[in-house]
Protein backbone atom coordinates (compact mmCIF):
# COMPACT_ATOMS: atom_id res chain seq x y z
CA UNK A 1 0.00 0.00 0.00
CA UNK A 2 0.90 3.59 -0.44
CA UNK A 3 2.91 5.19 2.35
CA UNK A 4 0.44 8.16 2.95
CA UNK A 5 -3.34 8.37 2.10
CA UNK A 6 -3.93 4.54 0.37
CA UNK A 7 -6.94 4.50 -2.10
CA UNK A 8 -10.11 3.05 -1.85
CA UNK A 9 -12.39 1.81 -4.25
CA UNK A 10 -15.91 0.59 -3.29
CA UNK A 11 -18.41 -0.77 -5.75
CA UNK A 12 -22.38 -0.40 -4.67
CA UNK A 13 -21.41 2.84 -2.90
CA UNK A 14 -24.60 5.11 -3.07
CA UNK A 15 -25.91 3.53 -0.29
CA UNK A 16 -26.52 0.86 2.60
CA UNK A 17 -22.86 -1.34 3.60
CA UNK A 18 -21.25 0.65 0.64
CA UNK A 19 -21.50 3.77 2.01
CA UNK A 20 -20.77 3.19 4.88
CA UNK A 21 -17.84 1.79 4.35
CA UNK A 22 -16.60 5.25 2.39
CA UNK A 23 -17.37 7.18 5.55
CA UNK A 24 -15.51 4.90 7.37
CA UNK A 25 -12.44 4.32 5.78
CA UNK A 26 -12.27 8.25 4.73
CA UNK A 27 -12.21 8.73 8.53
CA UNK A 28 -9.59 6.26 8.92
CA UNK A 29 -7.32 8.41 6.30
CA UNK A 30 -8.10 6.92 2.66
CA UNK A 31 -8.95 8.57 -0.21
CA UNK A 32 -12.11 6.59 -1.68
CA UNK A 33 -13.49 6.11 -5.20
CA UNK A 34 -17.33 5.61 -5.18
CA UNK A 35 -18.46 3.37 -7.70
CA UNK A 36 -21.92 2.93 -8.31
CA UNK A 37 -25.25 3.30 -10.86
CA UNK A 38 -26.77 6.48 -9.05
CA UNK A 39 -24.49 9.67 -9.65
CA UNK A 40 -26.52 11.85 -7.88
CA UNK A 41 -26.09 9.54 -4.71
CA UNK A 42 -22.34 9.21 -5.31
CA UNK A 43 -21.79 12.58 -6.09
CA UNK A 44 -23.56 14.19 -2.86
CA UNK A 45 -21.29 11.75 -1.09
CA UNK A 46 -18.37 13.02 -2.62
CA UNK A 47 -19.20 16.35 -1.52
CA UNK A 48 -20.03 15.24 2.37
CA UNK A 49 -16.15 13.31 2.58
CA UNK A 50 -14.42 16.27 0.99
CA UNK A 51 -10.80 16.06 -0.56
CA UNK A 52 -9.90 12.86 -1.68
CA UNK A 53 -12.97 11.25 -2.79
CA UNK A 54 -14.09 10.36 -6.36
CA UNK A 55 -17.38 9.79 -7.57
CA UNK A 56 -17.92 7.47 -10.84
CA UNK A 57 -20.96 6.13 -12.39
CA UNK A 58 -20.71 2.63 -12.95
CA UNK A 59 -22.22 -0.78 -13.27
CA UNK A 60 -20.31 -3.49 -12.47
CA UNK A 61 -22.03 -5.12 -15.71
CA UNK A 62 -20.38 -3.02 -17.72
CA UNK A 63 -16.88 -4.46 -18.16
CA UNK A 64 -15.82 -1.00 -20.47
CA UNK A 65 -17.42 1.19 -17.69
CA UNK A 66 -15.20 -0.20 -15.36
CA UNK A 67 -11.82 -0.14 -17.74
CA UNK A 68 -13.00 3.95 -17.92
CA UNK A 69 -13.02 3.77 -13.75
CA UNK A 70 -9.65 2.25 -13.47
CA UNK A 71 -7.91 5.14 -15.61
CA UNK A 72 -9.74 7.38 -13.64
CA UNK A 73 -8.73 6.14 -10.33
CA UNK A 74 -5.30 6.15 -11.48
CA UNK A 75 -4.88 9.64 -12.79
CA UNK A 76 -6.81 11.06 -9.96
CA UNK A 77 -5.97 9.17 -7.36
CA UNK A 78 -2.79 7.30 -8.05
CA UNK A 79 -3.94 3.56 -8.38
CA UNK A 80 -5.63 1.42 -6.12
CA UNK A 81 -4.88 -0.01 -2.92
CA UNK A 82 -8.54 -1.81 -2.11
CA UNK A 83 -10.91 -2.86 -3.53
CA UNK A 84 -14.56 -3.89 -1.55
CA UNK A 85 -16.82 -5.40 -4.36
CA UNK A 86 -19.86 -4.67 -2.18
CA UNK A 87 -22.35 -4.40 -5.49
CA UNK A 88 -25.53 -6.58 -4.88
CA UNK A 89 -28.83 -7.40 -5.44
CA UNK A 90 -31.15 -10.15 -3.50
CA UNK A 91 -33.87 -10.60 -5.49
CA UNK A 92 -35.69 -13.41 -3.66
CA UNK A 93 -38.79 -15.36 -4.68
CA UNK A 94 -39.87 -19.29 -5.47
CA UNK A 95 -37.98 -20.94 -8.29
CA UNK A 96 -40.21 -20.43 -11.33
CA UNK A 97 -39.51 -19.46 -15.48
CA UNK A 98 -41.13 -15.99 -14.25
CA UNK A 99 -38.26 -14.94 -11.87
CA UNK A 100 -35.67 -15.58 -14.60
CA UNK A 101 -34.82 -12.14 -15.53
CA UNK A 102 -34.01 -11.80 -11.63
CA UNK A 103 -31.94 -14.81 -11.42
CA UNK A 104 -29.48 -13.70 -14.18
CA UNK A 105 -29.76 -10.22 -13.09
CA UNK A 106 -28.12 -11.77 -9.73
CA UNK A 107 -25.34 -13.59 -11.26
CA UNK A 108 -24.37 -10.66 -13.80
CA UNK A 109 -24.12 -8.09 -10.63
CA UNK A 110 -23.11 -10.32 -7.53
CA UNK A 111 -21.05 -12.63 -9.03
CA UNK A 112 -19.91 -11.78 -12.11
CA UNK A 113 -19.91 -8.18 -11.04
CA UNK A 114 -17.12 -8.93 -8.50
CA UNK A 115 -15.19 -11.11 -10.94
CA UNK A 116 -14.96 -8.19 -13.72
CA UNK A 117 -14.43 -5.54 -11.19
CA UNK A 118 -11.08 -7.39 -9.49
CA UNK A 119 -10.04 -8.34 -12.89
CA UNK A 120 -9.74 -4.91 -14.41
CA UNK A 121 -8.08 -3.31 -11.07
CA UNK A 122 -6.39 -6.19 -10.54
CA UNK A 123 -2.55 -4.80 -11.55
CA UNK A 124 -3.26 -1.97 -9.89
CA UNK A 125 -3.61 -4.03 -6.31
CA UNK A 126 -0.61 -6.34 -6.95
CA UNK A 127 1.37 -2.36 -7.41
CA UNK A 128 3.22 -2.48 -4.28
CA UNK A 129 0.55 -4.90 -2.33
CA UNK A 130 -2.89 -4.20 -1.68
CA UNK A 131 -6.44 -5.92 -0.31
CA UNK A 132 -9.49 -7.19 -1.91
CA UNK A 133 -13.08 -7.38 0.39
CA UNK A 134 -15.63 -9.19 -0.83
CA UNK A 135 -19.25 -8.71 0.45
CA UNK A 136 -20.90 -12.38 0.36
CA UNK A 137 -23.45 -13.44 2.64
CA UNK A 138 -24.78 -16.05 5.50
CA UNK A 139 -26.63 -17.15 2.32
CA UNK A 140 -22.68 -18.32 1.04
CA UNK A 141 -23.14 -20.48 3.55
CA UNK A 142 -26.68 -21.78 3.34
CA UNK A 143 -29.67 -22.12 1.56
CA UNK A 144 -32.67 -21.92 2.07
CA UNK A 145 -36.39 -22.41 0.32
CA UNK A 146 -37.21 -19.22 -1.80
CA UNK A 147 -33.07 -17.93 -1.91
CA UNK A 148 -31.50 -20.51 -4.71
CA UNK A 149 -30.33 -18.31 -7.28
CA UNK A 150 -29.02 -15.82 -4.48
CA UNK A 151 -27.46 -18.25 -2.48
CA UNK A 152 -25.77 -19.63 -5.53
CA UNK A 153 -24.26 -16.41 -6.46
CA UNK A 154 -22.79 -16.70 -2.69
CA UNK A 155 -21.75 -19.44 -2.78
CA UNK A 156 -19.83 -18.86 -5.80
CA UNK A 157 -18.73 -15.50 -4.27
CA UNK A 158 -16.79 -17.67 -1.92
CA UNK A 159 -15.53 -20.30 -3.51
CA UNK A 160 -14.15 -18.00 -5.92
CA UNK A 161 -12.57 -15.70 -2.76
CA UNK A 162 -10.92 -18.97 -1.46
CA UNK A 163 -8.89 -19.42 -5.16
CA UNK A 164 -7.87 -16.16 -5.21
CA UNK A 165 -6.83 -15.82 -1.69
CA UNK A 166 -4.45 -19.14 -2.34
CA UNK A 167 -3.40 -17.42 -5.78
CA UNK A 168 -2.74 -13.84 -4.47
CA UNK A 169 -0.97 -14.51 -1.33
CA UNK A 170 1.36 -12.45 0.47
CA UNK A 171 1.34 -9.63 -2.20
CA UNK A 172 -2.75 -9.47 -1.90
CA UNK A 173 -5.00 -10.08 0.58
CA UNK A 174 -8.21 -11.10 0.19
CA UNK A 175 -10.87 -10.89 2.77
CA UNK A 176 -14.62 -12.21 2.59
CA UNK A 177 -17.65 -10.59 4.45
CA UNK A 178 -20.79 -12.79 5.22
CA UNK A 179 -23.40 -10.28 6.67
CA UNK A 180 -26.93 -11.64 7.86
CA UNK A 181 -29.54 -9.33 8.05
CA UNK A 182 -28.16 -5.97 7.95
CA UNK A 183 -30.54 -2.64 7.62
CA UNK A 184 -30.06 -1.84 4.40
CA UNK A 185 -32.21 -0.97 1.07
CA UNK A 186 -31.55 -5.27 -0.34
CA UNK A 187 -35.09 -5.80 0.98
CA UNK A 188 -37.08 -3.17 -1.22
CA UNK A 189 -35.78 -4.34 -4.81
CA UNK A 190 -37.37 -7.82 -4.38
CA UNK A 191 -39.58 -7.98 -7.05
CA UNK A 192 -41.86 -11.07 -5.94
CA UNK A 193 -44.53 -9.53 -3.93
CA UNK A 194 -45.08 -11.84 -1.64
CA UNK A 195 -41.98 -13.00 -0.93
CA UNK A 196 -40.90 -9.21 -0.62
CA UNK A 197 -43.67 -8.21 2.20
CA UNK A 198 -42.22 -11.49 4.00
CA UNK A 199 -39.04 -10.70 4.00
CA UNK A 200 -39.27 -7.03 4.65
CA UNK A 201 -40.51 -7.31 8.10
CA UNK A 202 -37.34 -9.00 9.08
CA UNK A 203 -35.46 -6.47 7.75
CA UNK A 204 -37.59 -3.63 9.42
CA UNK A 205 -36.43 -4.94 12.58
CA UNK A 206 -33.01 -5.28 11.64
CA UNK A 207 -30.68 -4.03 14.80
CA UNK A 208 -27.32 -4.40 12.70
CA UNK A 209 -26.58 -1.34 11.00
CA UNK A 210 -24.34 -0.82 7.65
CA UNK A 211 -21.61 0.97 9.87
CA UNK A 212 -20.62 -2.47 12.06
CA UNK A 213 -20.63 -3.77 8.79
CA UNK A 214 -18.05 -0.98 7.93
CA UNK A 215 -16.01 -0.96 10.92
CA UNK A 216 -15.56 -4.55 10.75
CA UNK A 217 -13.95 -3.79 7.26
CA UNK A 218 -12.02 -1.08 8.56
CA UNK A 219 -10.57 -2.89 11.66
CA UNK A 220 -9.73 -6.09 9.17
CA UNK A 221 -8.07 -3.67 6.40
CA UNK A 222 -6.26 -2.08 9.68
CA UNK A 223 -4.08 -5.14 10.48
CA UNK A 224 0.03 -5.64 9.64
CA UNK A 225 0.68 -6.77 6.05
CA UNK A 226 2.06 -9.80 8.14
CA UNK A 227 -1.70 -10.95 9.44
CA UNK A 228 -4.34 -11.82 7.09
CA UNK A 229 -8.23 -12.11 8.22
CA UNK A 230 -9.89 -13.95 5.13
CA UNK A 231 -12.80 -14.94 6.57
CA UNK A 232 -15.83 -12.83 8.82
CA UNK A 233 -19.18 -14.64 9.42
CA UNK A 234 -21.63 -12.22 11.62
CA UNK A 235 -25.19 -11.87 12.26
CA UNK A 236 -27.33 -10.12 14.29
CA UNK A 237 -27.38 -11.83 18.05
CA UNK A 238 -30.51 -12.82 17.54
CA UNK A 239 -30.51 -14.33 14.25
CA UNK A 240 -31.07 -18.18 14.18
Known amino acids: MTATQPVAVITGASSG ?27 ALAAELGDGALAIEADVTDRDALVA ?37 MVEVNLLGAITTTEVFLNQLKDGGGDIVNISSVAGRTARAGNGVYAATKWGMNGWSESLRQE ?38 AEVTPDDVAEII ?22 A
Open 17 to 43: IGAATARSLAAAGYRVALLARRLDRIT
Open 69 to 105: AVARVQAELGGTDVLVNNAGVMLLGPFSAEQRNDYRQ
Open 168 to 205: LLPDVRVTLIEPGIVATELSTHITHEETRQGVQQAYDV
Open 218 to 239: AFTLARPRRLAINEVLLRPAGQ
